[in-house]
């Protein structure tokens, strides 16, 4: 049966009985038909089996109308053992199992989780990207009002009218509209009026000015002291008026005023931060301990446009001063925020050359107190000669934490020479030697425990000792090769000596029996022998003997039978008789005139070994061997002992792979013990956090150190003691009645009109009596306005490149799921650190230990698609038991089985669904 490529979607409401059966199956990438079995995926019916699990508790806990609180345990649990079988790992989330890296409390505070989902994880990054600033403009045309007219201020929704009169300074003009509480303050700045909203509301100014021709009767004005009054305005008084005027000024116009007080050097004592307020807003100034007040000062200036405050230096004295004059006038300083200056007292330098002290907690006092238990040292080891020179020629590698270098020595050479050869080397091993009478040591260069040296010895002179060998039995015993550091045993026997190749001859009456010619081999070579009929056989036996060096044969004599025989024992001893003429019989051998020795057998170690004739060369794993038998000795030859060992190397102060360690500094501090690294302690004792050296070498009692984190220094003076000045307006008396003013200009009244009085800059007391006439024309027009708008700006927070804005006081951001609630830290400003939050929840039940294999490939694919909700769930997704009820939860696993069954097939009475059927297939 062929099944084609329709997806099983298109069979879902329709069942075929095909439970159980073998079906051939061509895919459309095979090439021969493949044979599918039906078989069951226990790991898939363990996830079916869990899912419906958690689905039953659900059921049952909404039947009961009850939350599944208790549950969650239990389904946490069952989730991760799914997760596993996915071969995923499952996070649990929610604020209770949540890690927060980074965060900075100082910038960011009140950080609350609102949401964190299972397997969750976000990272934040941003800060203040505009401070929040009231509305500002700056009336650069001021100047058109000083002949009079009106300024139209619109503030929000509301709107206010300033009349100005004829001869009005800037100045006079901005104490005029402070004076109004019209909702902004005004200051002369470079001889431009600066508006800025005492509000967050937006701001218009509009410049209306009035042009006035005058024509002056015989105004006159009798008395005025020019020591006292700069200037009489008689501009406003109506025709016909005469007045006396007399009176005092009681005080003048100040501004708010605070001093910084430096030191002697005229230097900043401390380093801090604090919002700078004047009669325009607010700037934060930043100072640093040790620079100049002349700097510190030019900093305050900067921002003198958005503060309304400027700074002066005088000696050792920074004075912070406002632009504007009487009450109005402000300098405030707030969220002061000094630094703390951790400082370190006590440290002995004999025992610690360096310390770090890396943090401490603001305002805490740590004192440090211990013992040295263990001095760090480099890695050693010593290798002990004689007489000040090499024990025995050796070849050996030594290695340091730069490198390897191989180094040979020779019997007798002198240690000090060896020391220069390995010096030399150092820069390639890291490996320093020094010699100390008989002993040679090598050293690291770097204290600790990380840091190592080894010698590896590669090859020594061997020395082997032979024992046991009995010349009765064995002669010329050789040791041809040993395995070092061996000792080899050799017994056994010898189970036939080696013989000579032999011929005979026989004559007749001591004589040979015919002539002969014949040629005569032996092991050295071939001579041809002449025999005459009825030589005698000593002739014969003399005339072989004397060709025996040609040929290896000797012949001797016993009544009338002639012996040839070889001179060598073995199967190399032979003796052939060739005869070219005549007759010349022989017997022995293989009875053609050919005999050959025999070589000796032996049995060594079980072994059955052929020598060559008597001579033995015998070899096995340990090692090579030569020796001759006694000729003719047979049977049992006494045990012989091979020993080999080693020349001298003696090298000690490692371990058993001649590998020695440095050693790490051990201390006792405040009652706790700490390891070093090499002699670097990094050591945390209740708040500070600390990084310090040990002398080489010192053991002992450290002296007390004390670790401090004092406050810098921040002294303000002046105003109200908390930071806070403002200005006073000054106090005139004139014709009985009390006028105040933010500049030397009062204006006075005089019947129903009035006119200004500029007095003398500084001047106080009392005024000399002067009179008043005036008459006066005046002709006005109306000029151009002008218009000045300006918005007030709010602060601007941006975090992970998106502007979060505020929820009931609080910022809330959302990124990855992960949702948060926060606040700013008092006197913020700027970016805030890096910080992330990370789901770290495990479930809180054991489940069960499966060896299950994790799904792969279609099926993995398949049952992750089908699951997909099912993991929020687990505690921190939005189907927990803290966010939905037990009915909604177990809607959500009904769904999943739904999609499980849809997508493995649900066996029932009637057979295998056929969605089932084509899972088997692609699985």
């Given at each position: ?162 009349q100005f009169q004829p001869g009005r300074s800037i100045a006079g003009m901005a104490q005029q509209i402070n004076s109004k509480n019209a909702g902004v303050k ?477 050693v790490d500094a051990e201390a006792t501090l405040n009652g706790q013990s700490f390891v070093a690294n090499g002699d670097e302690l990094s050591v945390t004792i ?238």
């Open positions: 049966m062929t099944i084609s490529s329709s997806t099983s979607t298109s069979f879902a409401s329709r069942s075929l009985l095909v439970e159980n059966f073998q079906l051939s199956a061509r895919a459309s990438s095979q090439s021969e038909p493949e044979t599918l079995l039906r078989r069951v995926n226990t790991t898939s019916d363990r996830i079916n089996s869990l899912v419906a699990g958690i689905g039953e508790k659900l059921l049952d806990a909404a039947r009961a109308g009850s939350s599944f609180t208790n549950l969650q345990g239990s389904i946490d649990t069952a989730l991760t053992e799914i997760s596993e079988l996915l071969g995923q790992s499952l996070t649990l989330g929610g604020s209770g199992n949540s890690v927060v890296r980074g965060l900075d409390s100082s910038q960011i505070k009140d950080l609350e989780i609102l949401s964190l989902p299972p397997n969750g994880s976000a990272r934040f990054s941003g800060g203040i990207t505009q401070q929040a600033g009231n509305a500002k403009v700056l009336i650069t045309d001021a100047a058109r009002l000083q002949g009079g007219g009106s300024l139209d201020l619109k503030i929000g929704g509301s709107e206010r009218r300033i005004a200051i002369e700045l470079d001889g431009k009026l600066r508006l800025t909203s005492r509000s967050s509301q937006s701001l218009e100014a509009t410049v209306r000015p009035v042009r006035v021709g005058r024509n002056y009767g015989d105004n006159q004005l009798f008395g005025v002291n020019a020591s006292q009054i700069d200037r009489v305005d008689l501009s406003r008084l109506p025709e016909g008026v005469s007045e006396t005027v007399q009176g005092q000024v009681d005080s003048v116009a100040a501004v708010a005023r605070l001093t910084y007080q430096g030191n002697a050097s005229g230097l900043v004592t401390g380093s801090a931060n604090f919002d700078l307020s004047g009669d325009l807003g607010t700037a934060n100034v930043e100072t640093t301990r040790g620079e100049s007040l002349l700097s510190f000062a030019e900093k305050i200036n900067n921002v003198s446009a958005f503060t309304g405050v400027k700074a002066e230096v005088n000696g050792n004295e920074l004075r912070l001063v406002s632009q504007m004059r009487g009450d109005d006038a402000e300098v405030r300083l707030s969220n002061v925020v000094r630094q703390f200056r951790p400082t370190v007292e006590g440290v002995n330098a004999a025992q610690i050359p360096r310390f770090d002290l890396q943090s401490i907690a603001d305002g805490a006092v740590v004192e440090l107190s211990g013992t040295v238990t263990t001095a760090a040292d480099t890695a050693k080891l010593q290798y002990q000669g004689s007489g000040g020179n090499v024990a025995d020629t050796a070849l050996f590698t030594l290695s340091g934490n730069l490198g390897s270098e191989q180094i040979a020595i020779v019997q007798g050479e002198s240690l000090s020479d060896v020391r220069d050869r390995i010096n030399a080397e150092t820069e390639s091993t890291g490996v320093v030697a020094t010699v100390d009478g008989d002993t040679l040591q090598f050293s690291g260069q770097t204290v600790g425990s990380s840091e190592s040296i080894q010698v590896t010895l590669d090859d020594i002179t061997q020395y082997v000792d032979v024992e046991g060998v009995n010349a009765g039995q064995i002669q010329g015993f050789t040791v041809n090769s040993s395995e070092p550091r061996s000792t080899n045993i050799l017994s056994g026997t010898v189970d036939q000596t080696a013989t000579k190749g032999q011929l005979t001859y026989d004559g007749f009456l001591g004589a040979v029996s015919g002539s002969a010619t014949f040629n005569l081999t032996g092991e050295l070579g071939t001579a041809e022998i002449d025999v005459s009929a009825f030589q005698s056989l000593s002739s014969l036996r003399d005339d072989i003997n004397d060709r025996t060096g040609d040929t290896g044969v000797v012949a001797t004599l016993s009544g009338s039978r002639l012996t040839l025989e070889s001179q060598g024992e073995g199967s190399d001893g032979i003796v052939e008789v060739d005869v070219v003429s005549g007759s010349f019989d022989t017997n022995g051998g293989d009875g053609n005139g050919n005999a050959a020795g025999t070589d000796a057998q032996l049995t060594i170690n079980g072994e059955s070994v052929v020598a060559d004739g008597n001579h033995v060369d015998y070899v096995d794993s340990l090692g090579s061997y030569s020796f001759d038998v006694q000729s003719g000795f047979t049977g049992t030859f006494d045990s012989i002992e091979v020993t080999t060992s080693d020349g001298s190397f003696d090298l000690t102060g490692g371990d058993e792979t001649g590998t020695a360690y440095g209740d708040s500070a956090v600390m990084a310090f050296d040990i002398e080489t070498g010192f053991l002992g009692a450290i002296d007390p150190i004390t670790l401090r984190s004092d406050e810098d220094e921040f002294s303000i003076t002046g105003g109200d003691g908390n930071g806070n000045a403002y200005g006073q307006d000054g106090q005139a008396t004139i014709n009985g009645q009390t006028y105040t003013s933010s500049t030397n200009t009062f204006e006075v009244s005089l019947g129903e009109s009035s006119v200004d009085l500029e007095f003398v800059d500084g001047f106080v007391g009392a005024l000399d009596t002067f009179e008043i006439d005036s008459e006066v024309t005046v002709q006005r027009r109306t000029g151009t306005p002008s218009t000045y708008r300006s918005s007030a700006t709010r602060e601007q927070f941006m975090m992970n490149g998106q502007e979060v804005t505020k929820v009931d006081g609080r910022y809330e951001f959302e990124q990855d799921g992960v949702r948060i609630g926060f606040q700013l830290a008092e006197g913020f400003r700027g970016s805030f650190d890096n910080f992330t939050i990370n789901a770290n929840g495990s479930a809180s039940e054991s489940y069960r230990s499966s060896k299950m294999e994790a799904l792969t490939g279609t099926t993995l694919e398949a049952t992750q698609t089908a699951l997909a909700d099912l993991f929020q769930l687990a505690s921190g997704g939005k189907y927990d038991s803290e966010n939905t009820d037990a009915l909604d939860a177990y809607n959500v696993t009904k769904d999943a089985l739904a999609n499980l069954q849809s997508m493995f097939g649900v066996s029932t009475r009637r057979g295998r669904s056929l969605n089932g059927l084509l899972f088997d297939q692609s699985a």
